[in-house]
């Protein structure tokens, strides 16, 4: 497994959510966060394909709801790219 | 506080945030409405909507063909022709269907996407142009329709995704969220809003100033010598002279250019005049500044001289170094980057903000205008005083009620003028149209002439009269004919037509922006009276008894008037 760096994904997600960095927790979502919302999201779907050099399915896009599943997501392709 | 409304069948809310932020950074301030998807519609029909209460200058409607006719590109090429045809006029009808309705309950700016082409279809390269045909004659057909609703404009949707690149149409969003814009495409299209927003606002550039060496030509004049430099149809001259070319156009077009170099004034006229190769000539400059003085100064000279404010003036020049030092000296002067590259420079023009909404007859006899107008400063100088300068001017107006030809040119003179402009109301078309209907209103036209030359339609004044009061709404001069009395000439017009509604009070505004100081002492110069001296920045109301008015000092000027 690689491994995601919980700070640099948390600044990166409150960038692009315009909010503080402290605001955003390992368990913080949409729900947490109200600058979450979908247009939220897809500011940060797109600012996090651009930051970790990927592209997410409309799959995973749906499941990343908080913070400790985008960061499983993203280790995930981490992996499977090292694997290849 | 200028107010945007975003109407779309699809997700545009995103767009609402990239426009803000951008007009926000430009310190113009807006607010912002958006409807999205159904709701859209609902807003453009429903009486009393949000959307109405909201009152916008301008709406922005983006229908996205998915949501009008869903997956038409897969079934239009098994239809009949006749079939097809029925399908292209109801796609026209839908939207034209919109933008009347806001037309009528509206007095807002439509700007309306048309629809973008595929660059190719699932079905292959035999059936592709049938559903590519069918689309691109509904977008002529329907920029033809929106051409003849006043004050809408066609958004080239379909332009704007070929610069974008089709890859930038993000099938996850659309399959998610209908966002099929990815952030490249949305950027170009909120930039494509702006450039209207900013012809509306008369925030646009109208003068552009150029160096010479290595800018209008290849080479360094006083080192190459006039032999030497370069601007022919070679490779190596080419670039030089598709840009003189472009700007010869933007000339035409109604564009103001100037130079500013260094260079001995001599050899660079003699190039100007004589060299063969040479696309612009000094007909096309309103101004020459060549000198070896500093250019930001010769920038000063050439705003004062052009009365041009640095906030409408482009500076074009290859150096670096001169750039910077223009941004420092004149923040407000758009100052461009210049490729590398000569055969790009004529690319560097497009992001000039020149966009002018419509072209007028004044436009294309602009720099003849502001040629005469150097031999009129000629003339005034070599004059014993200013008095005796206005009486061999031989000034005459023409002063007449609004005809329905002129409209574009009254809706640019309140859109464009800055400095003589009493309440600086940015009427709109439909705006001056509701005055000039009414039986207690009038709308003014003045044209000028003298011994030089016409300065065309050129002052413009809205007045109404009510209970015997004459109330002038909106009093006006393009910067050019200033300086010559005859703002007296339609203010004495105005009386004359109060005079016979039975008027005895006149009334006036002055209302202060950053540029209209030169118009501020206007109704105190009339000899009316200021009836409430409040703060600096605010609203001021001028009043007199029609018949106690001071003579007006117009016997230089020969005036004939048509009610």
Request: proline residues 3%; aromatic residues 8%.
């Amino acid at each position: 497994m690689t491994y995601i760096d919980m700070d640099e994904l948390k600044a990166a997600i409150a960038s692009a959510l315009h909010v503080p960095v402290d605001q955003v927790a390992e368990d913080s979502s949409g729900r947490t966060i109200p600058q979450w919302d979908s247009i939220g999201h897809m500011n940060l779907v797109l600012a996090l394909e651009e930051r970790f050099n990927t592209s997410f399915t409309v799959e995973e896009i749906m499941a990343m709801r908080d913070v400790a599943t985008i960061r499983t997501i993203l280790e995930g392709k981490r992996s499977s790219r090292a694997g290849k | 506080m200028f107010r945007w409304a975003l109407l779309s069948n699809t997700t545009i809310s995103p767009l609402v945030r990239r426009l803000k932020a951008e007009i926000d950074s430009a310190k113009h301030g807006c607010e912002c409405f958006c409807a999205e998807y159904g709701d859209a519609l609902r807003q453009v029909f429903a009486e009393d909507s949000e959307l109405l209460a909201f009152k916008p200058d301008l709406i922005a409607l983006h229908l996205d063909l998915q949501q009008i006719k869903p997956d038409l590109e897969l079934y239009l090429p098994f239809e009949t022709e006749a079939r097809r045809d029925e399908i292209r006029r109801e796609v026209v009808e839908h939207v034209i269907t919109v933008v009347r309705t806001l037309r009528v309950k509206t007095a807002a700016t439509l700007l309306v996407s048309n629809f973008p082409t595929a660059p190719r279809s699932v079905l292959g390269v035999g059936l592709d142009h049938i559903f590519k045909n069918t689309l691109r004659r509904t977008n002529l057909e329907l920029d033809s329709k929106l051409r003849n609703i006043s004050q809408c404009h066609t958004v080239d949707c379909d332009g704007l995704w070929a610069e974008a690149g089709w890859s930038e149409r993000d099938r996850r969003f659309e399959v998610l969220a209908q966002m099929p814009m990815g952030p490249k495409m949305q950027k170009l299209l909120v930039d494509e809003w702006l450039r209207y927003f900013r012809a509306i606002q008369g925030l646009t550039r109208k003068c552009i100033v150029v160096d010479l060496d290595n800018t209008l030509w290849k080479g360094i004049l006083g080192e190459d010598g006039f032999e030497g430099i370069q601007m022919d149809d070679t490779p190596s001259g080419r670039g030089f002279r598709r840009f003189q070319l472009a700007l010869k156009a933007l000339v035409r077009r109604g564009t103001i250019l100037a130079v500013n170099s260094k260079n001995s004034l001599e050899d660079g006229i003699e190039v100007i005049r004589n060299h063969p190769d040479m696309v612009l000539r000094e007909r096309d400059f309103a101004a020459l500044q060549i000198n070896w003085d500093d250019k930001a100064t010769n920038l000063s000279r050439i705003s004062n001289e052009l009365n041009i404010g640095p906030q409408h003036i482009v500076f074009l020049d290859d150096n670096p170094s001169e750039r910077t030092w223009m941004r420092q000296q004149h923040p407000e002067v758009l100052v461009p980057e210049m490729p590398n590259d000569s055969s790009a420079f004529c690319d560097v023009l497009t992001q000039c903000r020149l966009d002018t909404l419509v072209v007028t007859d004044e436009d294309f006899k602009r720099t003849q205008m502001y040629w005469e107008d150097r031999r009129r400063r000629e003339f005034q100088a070599e004059a014993p005083s200013y008095e005796q300068f206005l009486r061999e001017l031989n000034v005459e107006a023409n002063i007449q009620r609004l005809q329905s030809d002129q409209l574009e040119r009254a809706v640019q003179l309140c859109q464009r003028t800055n400095q003589f402009n009493l309440t600086t109301h940015r009427y709109t078309a439909e705006q001056i149209n509701s005055f000039s209907a009414s039986s207690r209103a009038i709308v003014l036209m003045m044209s000028l002439r003298d011994k030089f030359g016409e300065y065309g339609w050129s002052g413009l004044a809205v007045a109404t009269a009510v209970d015997s009061q004459l109330s002038i709404d909106s009093f006006l001069l393009s910067c050019r004919v200033l300086g010559k009395n005859i703002e007296f000439a339609l203010f004495s017009a105005l009386l004359q037509w109060g005079a016979k509604q039975n008027c005895n009070y006149v009334r006036g505004a002055f209302i202060p922006t950053a540029k209209n100081k030169p118009s501020a002492d206007f109704y105190g110069r009339c000899g009316m009276v200021m009836c409430n001296g409040a703060a600096a920045d605010s609203k001021k109301w001028f009043l007199a008894k029609m018949e106690e008015l001071p003579i007006l000092p117009i016997e230089h000027v020969k005036i004939s008037i048509s009610f």
